[in-house]
C-alpha cells in the first residue's frame, strides 16, 4: 500500500492525498475563527478513551468513538468536509468528490459529490445523498441543507427513523430543524421492512416532529395489505409507544346479544399524569351508546372516573347507563382517604352492554358497592372511618349497608415474647328492606398469645374475646320474638397450637431431596353462648378447608361466635430439592374431632344433625420435569362414608406460550349450594403455537351432570413483525332470567393489531387472560436498536 502523503493546501486546508485506487483520498477541516475550535478539543483523553467495559474480561467491550460527548458552554463543533477529492477557498467554501461528506455535529451529510459554503453553512449533496441529523436519515438523489439549522429540502426522499423505527417515502421533504420535518405526497410505516409493508399510511402532507414524537397526515389513508381499512382529512399518531391524543384503532365484535358491536375511540393525552378516552359505540340491535374513562395520577393521589350512556335501547326500552369512580388520596402522616362509587341502570347492564366496576356477586346476584372513607395507619395503629351503602337489584341478595363504621385496630409483636392486640368496631347497619333488623353494634376483641419457636418445633398458646353490644332500632323476621333491642354478648376463645418439624435427606430417582415430617397438633375451646338473638349484620359460615381447620371460629363477622371444644390433627411432608431449595412435592392429611356437637348456627332453621368426628381433608402437590405440576384435594365424611368434596387438576407449561391446564371439580349437594344441586365440572384450558406465528387459546368449562357447556372461550392469534390478529368465539352469561337463572349468549370477537401504531383491546385479550392461566398475550414490538445501530 503506497505511503500517505500529507501536504497543506494554498488556502490553509490540510489536504490528505493517497493512490486514486484508494476509496479515501483527501480530508479537510473548516476551523471558523472565534466559532469553530481546533480539533484537538474533539478528541477522546484519559480514561474515556479506553474502551469500557461491558461483559465479562473476555466479552465485547464497548468502543469510546461511537459516545457522544457534550460541548462545553460558549462553545460549538467542528465542521468536517471529506471526500476523495477536495478543493476549495479558505473561510469560504469547499467541493468534494467521491464518497463526500459533511459534518457537524451531530449532522452528517453525504453524496457522490458535495459543495459547502462556509458563510451560509449550506451543504449542497448531489447522487446517493443521505442525510443523518439527531436519530432521522434521509436518502435521495440530491439535497440542499444548512447543516447547523438542519433546515433544507430533499426531492424524492427515503427516510427512516432510527431511535422510534418508522419509516416511508416522499415526493419532496423540508426539514425544518433538527426535530421537525414536513413531507409531500408521502407514506409511513413502523414495518422493519424496505418494500411491501403490512401496513402503511398514505398522505397529500406529512408533518413529523420527533422532539414531540408525533406524526400528523392530512388526507390519509391507512392501507394493511395493500387494502384501505381507513380513511380520514388529518390523522394523528405517535411516533413510538409512547402516548398520543388521537384516533385508536376500531374494535368490533358479533354476539347473539347484541348483533353487530362496533366502537371508535379517542385518545386525548391531556399531560403525562392525566388522560381521557371517549369511545362511540354503534350496537346493532340497541342503539348508539357513549362511553368515556378519565384517569389521572400524582404524587398524592391517583383515580379513574369512567361513565357509559345508552339512549333509549332499542331492546330494552329504556335509558341506560352505568358510572364507575375509584380515587385514592394520601393526605400525609399516615392519613388517607377513599371513594368507590359503582352505578348501573339495571341488573343485566354488566351481562348485555359490559362494564369494569366494581362489582360482587351475592348468591346469583351482582351488587356494588358505593362507598367513601378515611384511614389511617401508623406503626401499630390503623384505622377506618367510612359510610357504605350497596347497589342490589334483589332486595334479598343485598348486603347490610354501613352508615357509618368506624373500625380501630391496635396490634404489637413480639414485645417480651408476647403477641398481643385488639379490634374495636363501632358500626351502624342499615338495609333497605322492609321488616328488616337493624341497629348500631359495638365489638371489642382483644387477643394475647405467647409464642415459643425453634428451629424444630413451635408452640404457641393464645386466649382471646369477642365482646359485642347491639342497640337495634327495629327487629325483623330473622330475629326469634320477643327478644330484647338491647343485649351484650361476650365469648371467650382458648387454643393451643404446636407442631414438629423433623428433616432427613433422601435420594430419589437420581437426586438428593430434604423430605420433611410436620405433625401439627391444634386445640381450640369455646363455651356455648345462646346467640340466636343476635342478628347477622356481617357474619356467614367460612368454607372448610385445610386452612380453616386451624381457625378457632367456624364463621367470619362480629355476630357469631361457634361454641368449640375441639382439637385438629395434620401430618404434612414435603420433598425440597437440596440444590434448588423449590418444593417439588408436598402432601397433607388432616381431620378435626369435636368433643361435643356444635350448637351455635347462623340460623335456627334447616338444621343439619350435629357429629363429633369431621371431614377428612387429604391432599397433595407434584412439579414433575420442566414445566409440569399436578395437584389433588378430597374431603371425605368418614362418619357417613361419602365424598364430600373433590378437586385435581395438573398445568403443563414447558415454555413460554405454551400451557396447559385440566381440572376437575366435584362438590356433594348441600343446602348452602344453589338450588341444592351438586357441582361436577371439567375445565380445560391452554394456550399452544400451532406454527411460529399462529397460537391456539381455548377454555371449557363442561357440566358432566347437565351436559352442557358453562362457558367456553376458542381462539387464534396470529403474530407477525408489524401486526397481529386474534379471533374468538365465547360463550358468556348475559343475564337474568325471570326465574333467577343466568341465561347464556354467544359473540365472535375478532381483533386487530397494527404494531407501532396504536393498540386497543376489545376484549379479547382480556377474556385469553382471564380465561386461561398461564396465557401470554404476543409480545410487543422490539425497539430499535439504537441511533448508532448503523453509525454515521
Known amino acids: 500500500m503506497p505511503p500517505r502523503h500529507l501536504r497543506t493546501h494554498p488556502f490553509g486546508f490540510r489536504i490528505c492525498d493517497r493512490a486514486p485506487r484508494m476509496k479515501r483520498l483527501a480530508a479537510a477541516l473548516i476551523a471558523v475563527p472565534g466559532l469553530m475550535p481546533s480539533i484537538s478539543n474533539a478528541q477522546l483523553s484519559g480514561a474515556a478513551a479506553e474502551p469500557q467495559q461491558i461483559d465479562v474480561p473476555w466479552g465485547l467491550r464497548l468502543a469510546p468513538q461511537i459516545e457522544e460527548h457534550p460541548l462545553a458552554p460558549g462553545s460549538a463543533p467542528s465542521t468536517f468536509v471529506l471526500g476523495d477529492q477536495a478543493s476549495g477557498t479558505a473561510d469560504r467554501d469547499m467541493a468534494a468528490k467521491g464518497a463526500a461528506e459533511v459534518r457537524r455535529g451531530v449532522s452528517v451529510v453525504k453524496g457522490d459529490a458535495l459543495h459547502y459554503d462556509q458563510d451560509t453553512d449550506m451543504a449542497d449533496a448531489y447522487g446517493h445523498v443521505r442525510i443523518s441529523t439527531n436519530g432521522a436519515v434521509f436518502y435521495g438523489p440530491e439535497a440542499h441543507m444548512q447543516v447547523e439549522s438542519s433546515q433544507g429540502f430533499m426531492p424524492v426522499p427515503k427516510y427512516h427513523f432510527t431511535t422510534r423505527g418508522g419509516s416511508g ?452 402437590s407434584l412439579k414433575i420435569g420442566a414445566g409440569f405440576s399436578t395437584q389433588a384435594a378430597v374431603q371425605y365424611n368418614a362418619e357417613q362414608s361419602q365424598f364430600v368434596q373433590a378437586i385435581t387438576g395438573f398445568g403443563f407449561s414447558p415454555a413460554d406460550r405454551k400451557v396447559i391446564n385440566m381440572s376437575y371439580q366435584y362438590t356433594r349437594a348441600d343446602l348452602a349450594l344453589n338450588n341444592n344441586e351438586p357441582i361436577n365440572q371439567l375445565l380445560i384450558s391452554g394456550e399452544w403455537p400451532i406454527t411460529r406465528r399462529i397460537f391456539a387459546v381455548g377454555r371449557i368449562e363442561y357440566d358432566l351432570a347437565d351436559k352442557r357447556v358453562v362457558d367456553g372461550l376458542v381462539g387464534f392469534q396470529y403474530d407477525a413483525d408489524c401486526w397481529g390478529f386474534g379471533i374468538g368465539l365465547q360463550r358468556y352469561v348475559n343475564g337474568i332470567t325471570a326465574s333467577g337463572v343466568p341465561s347464556s349468549g354467544t359473540r365472535v370477537l375478532a381483533q386487530l393489531t397494527l404494531k407501532g401504531l396504536s393498540h386497543v383491546d376489545n376484549g379479547l385479550t382480556a377474556a385469553f387472560r382471564a380465561g386461561v392461566e398461564g396465557y401470554q398475550p404476543p409480545p410487543p414490538p422490539a425497539p430499535p436498536l439504537s441511533r448508532f445501530s448503523d453509525y454515521e
Not at 248 to 261: E, H, K, R, V
Not at 373 to 394: A, C, I, K, M
Not at 567 to 584: C, H, N, P, Q
Request: with cysteine; hydrophobic share 35%; proline share 6%.
Open 169 to 620: 417515502s416522499a415526493k419532496e421533504v423540508k426539514l425544518l430543524d433538527s426535530e421537525r420535518s414536513v413531507f409531500t405526497d408521502a407514506t409511513y410505516t413502523a414495518c422493519q421492512c424496505e418494500t411491501r409493508p403490512a401496513w402503511y399510511i398514505r398522505g397529500s402532507k406529512f408533518e413529523f416532529d420527533t422532539g414531540q414524537d408525533e406524526g400528523v397526515a392530512r388526507n390519509g389513508v391507512l392501507f394493511f395489505q395493500g387494502v384501505p381499512i381507513f380513511a380520514s382529512p388529518w390523522l394523528s399518531f405517535p411516533l413510538s409507544n409512547e402516548r398520543k391524543s388521537g384516533l385508536l384503532p376500531p374494535t368490533f365484535s358479533f354476539g347473539s346479544t347484541n348483533g353487530f358491536d362496533f366502537s371508535q375511540p379517542y385518545y386525548f393525552n391531556i399531560a403525562p399524569n392525566r388522560d381521557l378516552t371517549v369511545t362511540g359505540r354503534y350496537i346493532e340491535r340497541r342503539g348508539v351508546q357513549l362511553q368515556q374513562q378519565f384517569r389521572y395520577l400524582s404524587p398524592s393521589y391517583s383515580g379513574t372516573f369512567y361513565t357509559d350512556y345508552l339512549p333509549n335501547d332499542a331492546a330494552a326500552h329504556r335509558n341506560r347507563y352505568a358510572i364507575f369512580w375509584q380515587h385514592n388520596q394520601n393526605l400525609g402522616n399516615g392519613f388517607g382517604f377513599y371513594v368507590n362509587y359503582n352505578k348501573v341502570s339495571d341488573i343485566n347492564y354488566p351481562y348485555q352492554l359490559g362494564s369494569a366496576g366494581n362489582q360482587y356477586t351475592v348468591g346469583a346476584q351482582l351488587v356494588y358497592a358505593q362507598e367513601a372513607g378515611f384511614t389511617y395507619n401508623s406503626g401499630p395503629w390503623s384505622v377506618l372511618l367510612r359510610e357504605q351503602h350497596w347497589l342490589s337489584f334483589d332486595p334479598g341478595a343485598t348486603p347490610y349497608g354501613r352508615e357509618p363504621q368506624l373500625n380501630v385496630k391496635y396490634t404489637r409483636y413480639n414485645v417480651g415474647g408476647f403477641d398481643f392486640g385488639a379490634e374495636a368496631d363501632a358500626t351502624r347497619f342499615t338495609i333497605p328492606v322492609s321488616n328488616s333488623t337493624q341497629g348500631d353494634r359495638f365489638a371489642f376483641n382483644p387477643y394475647v398469645s405467647y409464642g415459643i419457636y425453634a428451629p424444630g418445633y413451635f408452640i404457641v398458646p393464645k386466649v382471646q374475646a369477642h365482646v359485642a353490644a347491639y342497640n337495634l332500632t327495629n327487629i325483623g323476621t330473622d330475629v326469634p320474638a320477643g327478644e330484647p333491642k338491647n343485649f351484650t354478648e361476650a365469648v371467650p376463645t382458648y387454643s393451643f397450637d404446636s407442631g414438629l418439624i423433623f428433616e432427613r435427606s433422601v435420594r430419589l430417582f437420581g437426586g438428593d431431596y430434604i423430605q420433611t415430617l410436620e405433625p401439627r397438633l391444634y386445640y381450640v375451646y369455646s363455651p356455648y353462648r345462646n346467640q340466636n338473638r343476635a342478628p347477622l349484620f356481617d357474619t356467614a359460615p367460612i368454607d372448610f378447608g385445610l386452612a380453616e381447620m386451624f381457625m378457632p371460629n367456624t364463621f367470619v363477622g362480629n355476630d357469631r361466635v361457634a361454641d368449640a371444644n375441639r382439637v385438629t390433627t395434620a401430618l404434612t411432608t414435603r420433598f425440597i430439592d437440596a440444590a434448588t431449595g423449590d418444593e417439588r412435592a408436598r402432601f397433607v392429611i388432616a381431620q378435626q374431632y369435636n368433643f361435643v356437637n356444635q350448637r351455635v348456627l347462623v340460623s335456627t332453621t334447616n338444621v343439619q344433625p350435629g357429629t363429633k368426628g369431621s371431614n377428612v381433608i387429604a391432599g397433595g
